[in-house]
């Protein structure tokens, strides 16, 4: 027993590469990665801090450790564990994945804090600082079962985990001989959930999401938020909160990991409802639609048209004072020129919009219907840049949400009134990933840098 509580604290004073490299013991990759059931590229950037070994591996190659000190009498051990080398560089390994299983050696240290002698650091041995062994709280099988549900196939589970598809359909083989029941059946496309398994299904990701959540907190340092969050953007929303949102996390939440992902809002919110993304910028057309998700931004429509051209060229011009409530402190900006433009000005226009069904064509629609408007569709492009590009060469005239410098040189806006046509910016999260301290501590930093965003125009 005593043997075993010294492997442990030896190995969680190592780096997770420093762990597998002591449990590979001289094998090549190649034998080691069959042993572990991993290919052997995955071996070479697990040692060197390039890539995040699943919980799994990280549990065998502990196992493999404890064994080779079971043989080994205790003075060689002991000499084995004081000249092992400290590491060159001072380099973050990465997190390891959302899969509810994480090493708290792992999180505890991180190879970017210089490592410090037990004396210094002022704790007892047995006191609630010393360091646990590997978190294992689900069987990590059943996270493969999730991926493949998700993706519909065990080759892109198999890449999405980064695992030999081999392993991949192991995995699912012995979870049904486990229930007795087939979980999937194969089609001509990948593979599809059995009545079992869509039975199976959402009890698993509720598991899975309090088994993440679970993790999270055992695993956060002092209550500061550890883990990967992933977020969706729009593209017009990419200049104006990636680069801040990721220096205000470095700064402020040096723990937490950002995924980013650029897509259209319809792609975004799939990407939401299949759990690939924690978060997402997406808009909405109407506030009647917003429901529960957070506004972040309220964006008025333009008419986008050449510099001259009609209705553009001598447009109404009013002066504009803004006043925000930042942070409870009562905030004028500047005053600046507004061009406007009717919504009735706009019947018998060349317009360049989406096509149906987007939320915005739908919109316009409508409105045309209401107002008895002549809405003169002469081309569809179903993204801002390409509508922008078609204007540029004389096409027409589009309808978007314009930011401040975003038009160049060539084109110019102006705001939709008569009535007033608003987009909203909302913050929506996905309903199958777990909320965690890194994802709510994340969606707070996204409020405060849209505010701050949106007070420096």
């Not at 000190?69 to 973050?92: G, I, Y």
């Not at 589970?157 to 030999?164: E, F, G, H, T, V």
Request: aromatic share 2%.
């Amino acid at each position: 027993m005593a043997r075993e509580r010294r492997d442990v604290d030896e190995m969680a004073s190592m780096t997770i590469g420093e762990i597998i490299r002591t449990a590979r013991n001289g094998r090549s990759q190649k034998a080691f990665a069959d042993l572990l059931g991993v290919r052997q590229s995955s071996v070479s950037r697990y040692e060197s801090g390039k890539a995040s070994p699943p919980a799994s591996v990280v549990d065998a190659c502990m196992r493999l450790v404890h064994q080779m000190n079971a043989h080994t009498p205790d003075a060689a051990a002991q000499s084995a564990v004081r000249q092992r080398p400290a590491p060159k560089v001072a380099r973050p390994e990465a997190s390891l994945s959302r899969s509810g299983l994480s090493s708290a050696a792992h999180r505890a240290r991180p190879n970017s804090t210089p490592r410090m002698p037990m004396a210094k650091q002022d704790v007892k041995p047995d006191s609630t600082a010393r360091r646990t062994v590997p978190l294992t709280i689900l069987d990590a099988r059943w996270s493969v079962f999730l991926s493949v549900a998700l993706s519909g196939s065990f080759s892109r589970a198999a890449s999405a985990l980064d695992m030999p598809q081999s392993m991949v359909s192991r995995s699912i083989a012995q979870l049904e001989m486990q229930c007795g029941e087939r979980l999937f059946r194969r089609t001509g496309r990948g593979v599809e959930l059995t009545e079992f398994g869509e039975q199976t299904l959402p009890r698993v990701a509720r598991l899975t999401a309090d088994a993440e959540a679970l993790a999270d907190d055992i695993r956060s340092v002092r209550g500061q938020p550890i883990g990967e969050v992933r977020i969706g953007l729009l593209p017009s929303a990419v200049k104006r909160y990636a680069g801040p949102l990721f220096a205000a996390a470095r700064a402020h939440l040096p723990g937490v990991r950002l995924h980013f992902t650029e897509g259209a809002s319809a792609q975004l919110e799939e990407h939401l409802r299949e759990g690939r993304l924690d978060m997402a910028l997406v808009l909405r057309e109407e506030e009647s639609a917003v429901g529960d998700a957070h506004i972040v931004a309220r964006v008025p429509l333009h008419l986008v048209g050449p510099r001259g051209e009609a209705p553009l060229g001598a447009p109404k011009v009013r002066q504009v004072r803004e006043v925000r409530e930042v942070r409870e402190v009562r905030e004028v900006r500047e005053v600046r020129e507004v061009r406007e433009v009717p919504l009735a000005s706009l019947s018998g226009l060349p317009l360049v919009v989406p096509s149906r069904p987007h939320l915005l064509r739908a919109r316009l629609d409508r409105l045309a219907a209401e107002h008895g408007l002549d809405l003169n569709v002469a081309v569809e492009a179903d993204s801002v840049d390409l509508q922008y590009a078609v204007v540029a060469a004389g096409g027409g005239f589009a309808i978007a949400s314009v930011l401040p410098g975003q038009l160049g040189d060539e084109l110019t806006s102006a705001r939709i009134v008569q009535p007033t046509l608003e987009r909203f910016v909302v913050l929506v999260e996905s309903p199958r990933r777990p909320a965690t301290r890194a994802t709510e501590a994340i969606k707070h930093l996204i409020h405060h840098v849209a505010r701050t965003v949106g007070a420096n125009g």
